[in-house]
Structure formats: structure tokens, C-alpha cells
């Protein structure tokens, strides 16, 4: 099993422009995360889904939009970008139950100048 | 809202035995977990509490405190390679079972 991938890994990004970060899971996982990780800071949670066709805000989604058509696939599309979205993205996964484990992504480090 | 603290930053020698403390504030409370992270790289699962007491996985043990809102992760006979930070993350159900906040995150440097 491949795990949780994440494409791109870096990404430049100018100011108003767009583009979806990919994140693909092969363990047939109902619950996908995505996060956003600031220098220095703690995990922040932006989307999440509990399976496909459903998804909620978390705790920082202004900017931020998702999709979960698949059980495999949860991108994660930033409209407009801008500076402050300057971060890097982690895509997580995790089994169905009580199960607490969450299988995270190598990331995507986004600069936006 | 949720909110958790724990130190910045920890030194302890190699072989030694850390204990890195994190308290937090929350309603509904559901359980408390442990990431590692190495630099550059990608959280990790270390362990989880939902009850009072000790977990131990191998080197590693994690204890819980539910009415002092407390936890600890012990690291015994460090290694170089356990340098790296340490988040605490909380479930909470009040903000929604799928929600997690995680801690700022303890920077351990294991020195010789």
C-alpha cells in the first residue's frame, strides 16, 4: 500500500491565481483530513469528509474549497491565493470506528508571493 | 473552544528518560493523542488515551488524566533519532467528533 500521496510537493503560486492540491488514499478509508501547518504551529484543521459525498468546514476554511467524489481522492482547491495561505498542506486519512489512528501525507509546501 | 499547552522546547540526553507534559481546555471531551514529526516531515501516530492511565508502546508510554484535563508522554532510553517535535491533539465532541485541535507542538533535542 501506497499510503496517503500528495501532489505536488512545492508549488509557487502568484498572488490570484488557483490550483488544487491532490490527495490520494489506497486503504479504504471513510474519514480524509486536510490540514495546514504554519512555521512553528500546530496542525490546523481546514476540511474534512467522513466519506464520499460528504464533507464540512473545519476550523480555517475561508479560501479554501473541497470535493470527495471518490473514497480515494479528497483535492483541496485554493481560490485566489494569497500570501496568507502560504503553508504547508497536509492531507490525512483514518479508518472507520472509534479507531483513532490518522495516516498523514508527506505534504505540499505552498509559497504564494 | 478547545484550547492546549504544552513547552516549546525540551533538551534531554541521550539514553535519558523525558517526560513532556500537556494540558488542555475543552467541553466534551473524547480523547487525547500523540503525533511525532521529524523536520520536514509528516505527523506520525505515537499513541492515544481515552481512559485515566498509562499506555505503553514500547519505548513510548502516554498517560491521561481526565479530571485534571492531563496528559504526559514518556520517551525512555532516548535515541538521536527521537529528536523531533511532539504534538498533543484533542478530540473534542462538542465541536463535532471529526474535529481534532492539535498543540503548537514540543521541540525535543536528544544531545550525546
Known amino acids: 500500500n501506497a499510503g496517503v500521496t500528495q501532489t505536488p510537493k512545492f508549488r509557487i503560486l502568484k498572488i490570484g491565481q488557483s490550483m488544487t492540491l491532490q490527495c490520494t488514499q489506497d486503504m479504504n478509508h471513510n474519514y480524509m483530513y486536510w490540514y495546514r501547518q504554519d512555521p512553528g504551529m500546530g496542525l490546523k484543521l481546514i476540511y474534512y469528509?467522513?466519506?464520499?459525498?460528504?464533507?464540512d468546514k473545519g476550523e480555517v476554511p475561508n479560501g479554501y474549497n473541497v470535493s470527495r467524489s471518490t473514497t480515494e481522492d479528497f483535492p483541496l482547491r485554493l481560490e485566489l491565493a494569497a500570501p496568507s495561505q502560504t503553508s504547508v498542506y497536509f492531507c490525512?486519512?483514518?479508518?472507520?470506528?472509534?479507531?483513532?489512528?490518522?495516516?498523514f501525507g508527506p505534504g505540499t509546501r505552498l509559497l504564494v508571493l | 473552544g478547545q484550547s492546549l499547552e504544552q513547552p516549546s522546547e525540551v533538551t534531554a540526553v541521550e539514553g535519558a528518560i523525558v517526560q513532556i507534559n500537556c494540558t488542555y481546555q475543552?467541553?466534551?471531551?473524547?480523547?487525547l493523542s500523540w503525533y511525532q514529526q521529524h523536520d520536514g516531515g509528516a505527523p506520525t501516530f505515537l499513541s492515544y488515551?481515552?481512559?485515566?492511565g498509562l499506555e505503553e508502546t514500547g519505548r513510548f508510554s502516554s498517560f491521561l488524566s481526565r479530571s485534571d484535563s492531563y496528559g504526559y508522554l514518556l520517551l525512555q532510553e532516548l535515541q538521536m533519532k527521537d529528536s523531533a517535535s511532539y504534538f498533543c491533539?484533542?478530540?473534542?465532541?462538542?465541536?463535532?467528533?471529526?474535529?481534532?485541535?492539535f498543540g503548537i507542538g514540543t521541540k525535543l533535542q536528544v544531545i550525546p
Open positions: 491533539a484533542v478530540r473534542d465532541l462538542s465541536g463535532g467528533y471529526q474535529k481534532v485541535t
Open positions: 475543552t467541553s466534551g471531551f473524547y480523547g
Open positions: 490525512a486519512s483514518r479508518g472507520g470506528g472509534f479507531g483513532e489512528t490518522q495516516y
Open positions: 488515551n481515552a481512559l485515566d
Open positions: 469528509s467522513v466519506g464520499a459525498g460528504i464533507t
